[in-house]
Each structure stands twice: as C-alpha cells, then as structure tokens.
C-alpha cells in the first residue's frame, strides 16, 4: 500500500508538473508531511523507485 501512495505523490513530479511533490497544489501530499509519513524534501532531492506492480 506504501508504494502506491509514494506512486500517487511522486507522479505529478514525474510528469513535470511539480518540481517536488510538496509543490503540487492538489496533492494530499502535504497532509501526509504533518502526520509524520513524510518529510517536506522526499521526492525532491531523490527519484523513488518503483518497481514490481507499482509504477509504469
């Protein structure tokens, strides 16, 4: 389930429309960073990878 989340928050980066997942103006992504899942900087400063089911 993790990974599928981390997919959702990182795709608009991954489609250039957001230089960090933070940026994304209609991403719950910033919810996540206030209960603790993140921190402000994942997925700025280093691609996640997704493999297996997850991803594209």
Not at 28 to 44: L, M, P, T, V
């Amino acid at each position: 389930m993790n990974r599928h989340i981390d997919y959702i928050h990182f795709n608009p980066v991954k489609h250039k429309m957001a230089a960090r997942p933070s940026e994304y103006e209609y991403s719950s992504f910033r919810d996540y960073i206030k209960n603790g899942f993140y921190s402000e900087e994942w997925g700025a400063t280093e691609v996640p990878k997704f493999t297996g089911e997850c991803g594209e």
